[in-house]
């Protein structure tokens, strides 16, 4: 089976380069064009990959037969713009089986939670709609924390969950001062049978923020804040590894990491990357583009 090796881009040139990697073994970097340009690659599944362009349509890019071809899913029945991607769904190279209710979810323009079955490949769209009075600004998490559970932050920076077997939704107790961002977050477990884990996410502020579930104290919010005074963090926290550790990017450029060293939680700074240290050919491949 092909996996596609995907990131999130809002600067995709147009044409633009898909990379592809199967298995582990190689890469191959190609020149696919589409009619109008393309916003980031957003997610895969079974061998397809899903991007979004800079209309909000979301698209999958497949092989048929011996050719690749396009699929727009927004022009599909009941099909949407959407303005979000999925969180991190896992730890990197970590297997995922088909099942017959594979779903992604994504949030509409105006706010609304969206299903797009995949499985099978009976494309399906269904609006699960939002929290009363409450328009819907980022996904938070599908499923990693708990089974058919979604975790999505609200325009007003609270927190909701959505049971995507009952329909209903639910609203988390939260401080008052503590307003989300409109990031998505991650989940992360000690272990995939663990009961208890964590929600992580980017306050208003630029802090980490942690939601922590175990039976024995149920929810807690825990305000994990900044490695150190004049800096906050960008985007999405993510990925995470091995249950106990979480990549961010500072405002300073630095990448940083989350990590539970034996039972204390630590940060460490890993810097950027120096320009100096970059192979000769990237610097050319580099150049060349700035050149165009």
């Known amino acids: 089976m092909m996996r596609y090796a995907c990131g999130y881009n809002t600067n995709i040139p147009h044409p633009w380069t898909i990379r592809l990697t199967k298995e582990k073994s190689f890469g191959i970097s190609f020149e696919e064009k589409h009619p109008s340009p393309l916003k980031g690659a957003i997610g895969s599944y079974n061998g397809s990959l899903f991007l979004v362009d800079v209309n909000g349509c979301l698209l999958i890019r497949e092989r048929i037969g011996t050719e690749l071809g396009w699929i727009n899913c927004t022009a599909m029945r009941k099909g949407k713009q959407i303005t979000d991607r999925p969180p991190w769904e896992r730890e990197p190279n970590t297997p995922r089986r088909a099942k017959l209710e594979d779903t992604l979810f994504f949030v509409s323009r105006s706010g609304r939670l969206l299903q797009f079955t995949v499985s099978q490949r009976k494309f399906k769209w269904k609006?699960?709609?939002?929290p009363p009075?409450?328009?819907?600004?980022?996904?938070?998490?599908?499923?990693?924390?708990?089974?058919?559970?979604?975790?999505v932050a609200g325009r007003n920076g609270r927190l909701y969950q959505y049971n995507r077997l009952t329909g209903l939704w639910h609203e988390h107790l939260q401080s008052r001062h503590l307003v989300l961002s409109i990031s998505t977050g991650i989940a992360m477990r000690p272990s995939a049978s663990s009961l208890k884990g964590s929600l992580f996410m980017i306050s208003e502020e630029g802090g980490l923020v942690e939601y922590?579930?175990?039976?024995?104290d149920g929810w807690t919010w825990v305000e994990q804040?900044?490695?150190?005074?004049?800096?906050?963090?960008?985007?999405?926290p993510g990925p995470s590894f091995k249950g106990n550790q979480i990549f961010l990017i500072g405002t300073d450029g630095n990448t940083y990491l989350w990590y539970c060293d034996v039972v204390e939680w630590k940060w460490k700074n890993y810097g950027y990357p120096n320009p100096e240290c970059i192979p000769i050919d990237q610097k050319r491949q580099a150049g060349s583009e700035d050149e165009k």
């Open 127 to 130: 609006d699960c709609k939002s």
């Open 133 to 151: 009075n409450i328009k819907i600004s980022s996904i938070i998490d599908q499923e990693g924390l708990r089974e058919n559970i979604l975790f």
């Open 212 to 216: 922590h579930w175990n039976t024995l």
């Open 225 to 236: 804040g900044m490695p150190h005074a004049g800096v906050m963090f960008l985007g999405a």
